[in-house]
């Protein structure tokens, strides 16, 4: 049976490099770039935000960030406590700066994790977390090196291949009983001991038995220009798409007449449908559905029967009005689907002609646009051709949402 870790996981996430090998950007450095429309150290920050084990979180930065961190971070919720600190010349005093952050905040266990690695997840942690409750001091999340390795001399000559068995790619977080990494830490200051390539690096240093856990192969630092494109393209593609469904129904009474106004087609017909406009029932229900898309309130918000200006008026004005709406919200509409009940007039005849019209209103393809009817099998109001029904339903994608 697991053992479930006691104590408090402070994190700190080392964000203060200049990061020369991604290239210059207006956004600043690499940290700061934006991946999936939000900044790298956003999601690696939220990454750890997400897990319920953390404790609070220590942003380490270079003192000429702040005004950057704090755009970046402006979203990210207070879920967790977030403290910020500056960084040093070096990776290593920027840790050790971090580790002292997290002094007097009851921290038992520290993660300590790039801020250019914002694909960690979970999985991840939780099986640090279940190595540290087992009473490691020090635990280090890597993958054995699939690739061959070669030796190189200085002209470009391979001069050997290092046997890969036992060999390992270390990632982040690199984790460790607080106190024990924070000795580790002031002894290699106070010793100008300055070498160290990370923190299991000042652990082995320092006699603290480092021990491995399996990575991620998705835990990738992003180091050059090419590593932020592909992280950009990898969250776009695994974004859920915000895609909205409204529903409408409007329905009219019937009454004498010469005919009916159905989505912007008039048909011929003894009776015709009472309303303050042309009372098309179905473009009615329709307008309604795809207000319902983006919040937008219904029909009677926007032409109130009270209105004068709009008795007798053709309703594609308020199919037209209501696709704009969307549209302007950054909806795309991708589908109009309109049931008609009916006993009559016949809508059969009319369907293609009402299809047409719906596509041209909304300026989509005749393939997106569906009218379908039927009676109420002489049941009810409808039955007893005393009005007509329509129930609608939009379909739209929204760009640039959440």
Request: glycine content about 10%; some cysteine; aromatic content about 4%.
């Amino acid at each position: 049976m697991e053992q479930e870790l006691s104590g408090t996981i402070g994190i700190v996430v080392v964000a203060a490099g200049r990061g020369e090998r991604a290239g210059a950007s207006v956004e600043g450095p690499k940290q700061y770039r934006r991946i999936g429309g939000k900044p790298v150290i956003w999601h690696t920050l939220k990454r750890f935000r997400d897990w319920p084990k953390s404790g609070p979180i220590v942003a380490v930065i270079h003192p000429d960030d702040r005004a950057l961190f704090d755009t970046a971070v402006a979203d990210l919720g207070d879920s967790h406590e977030l403290v910020v600190v500056t960084g040093g010349a070096t990776r290593q005093e920027s840790v050790l700066n971090g580790l002292r952050a997290l002094q007097g905040r009851s921290v038992d266990h520290v993660m300590i994790q790039d801020g250019v690695r914002p694909f960690v997840d979970a999985g991840l942690l939780d099986r640090i977390a279940t190595e540290l409750a087992s009473g490691k001091a020090a635990v280090l999340p890597a993958l054995p090196v699939a690739d061959t390795i070669k030796r190189g001399d200085k002209t470009g000559v391979v001069t050997g291949t290092v046997p890969r068995k036992d060999l390992y790619a270390a990632q982040t977080p690199q984790c460790f009983h607080y106190e024990t990494i924070l000795k580790a830490h002031d002894r290699a200051a106070t010793d100008q001991v300055s070498d160290f390539t990370d923190d299991a690096s000042i652990a082995e240093w320092a006699g603290i038995p480092v021990h491995l856990v399996e990575g991620s192969i998705d835990n990738v630092k992003l180091t050059v220009q090419r590593d932020i494109a592909m992280a950009d393209e990898k969250l776009k593609g695994s974004a859920l798409p915000d895609v909205r469904t409204g529903n409408g129904y409007d329905v009219h009474q019937l009454e004498a007449g010469d005919g009916v106004a159905l989505c912007g087609v008039f048909i011929p017909h003894d009776q015709k449908l009472k309303g303050h406009s042309d009372a098309d029932v179905a473009l009615h229900a329709l307008t309604d559905a795809l207000l319902a898309t983006c919040g937008a309130g219904d029909i009677g918000d926007h032409f109130p029967p009270s209105d004068m200006q709009w008795k007798g008026a053709p309703s594609r004005i308020f199919l037209e009005h209501a696709a704009k709406i969307v549209r302007d919200a950054g909806g795309t509409i991708m589908n109009a689907d309109i049931s008609l009940i009916a006993e009559a007039p016949k809508v059969g005849p009319h369907r293609q002609a009402m299809r047409e019209k719906l596509a041209e209103i909304l300026e989509i393809s005749l393939d997106r646009c569906s009218v379908k009817a039927t009676t109420n099998e002489t049941i009810g109001f409808v039955g007893r051709r005393e009005g007509i029904a329509a129930i609608a339903t939009a379909t739209v994608v929204f760009r640039g949402k959440d």
